[in-house]
């Protein structure tokens, strides 16, 4: 499986961007898929996944202004960000083959299998 992200960029506080990730040689049953994001001297977090059956899940952080969808006749993965914060500036990465459990609601990441190269997200006046 090979993702590649795109749709990074700079952008002011509180305005949007979508992030898009294209997946290939992908397997018939398809994935779990989701994005991370790594902030400059941080450890990669997670941000969103979207399951086999379409359910959400989020990071409390991004909750109510990202949303994470996915186009499996076309193998793409989309992030639309919304009132972006200068704390979202971030290295954006897609996902996928993610095993996941939930407690309280709130996904805990086991395992990815796959990753994308990654895309600049740029929040700042």
């Known amino acids: 499986v090979q993702l590649q992200a795109s749709g990074g960029g700079s952008v002011q506080p509180g305005g949007p961007l979508r992030l898009s990730c294209a997946a290939s040689?992908?397997?018939?049953?398809?994935?779990?898929m989701g994005w991370f994001r790594q902030a400059a001297g941080k450890e990669r977090e997670f941000v969103a996944l979207?399951?086999?059956?379409?359910?959400?899940y989020y990071a409390d952080s991004v909750r109510g202004r990202f949303t994470i969808s996915r186009d499996t006749g076309k193998s793409m993965l989309f992030l639309q960000m919304d009132s972006l914060k200068e704390q979202d500036t971030a290295i954006y990465y897609c996902?996928?083959?993610?095993?996941?459990?939930?407690?309280?609601?709130?996904?805990?990441?086991?395992?990815?299998?796959?990753w994308g190269q990654g895309t600049q997200v740029t929040v700042s006046s």
């Open positions: 996902a996928a083959d993610m095993t996941y459990i939930v407690s309280d609601g709130i996904p805990r990441i086991r395992t990815t299998d796959y």
């Open positions: 040689g992908y397997s018939s049953r398809g994935y779990n």
């Open positions: 979207i399951n086999l059956s379409g359910k959400t």
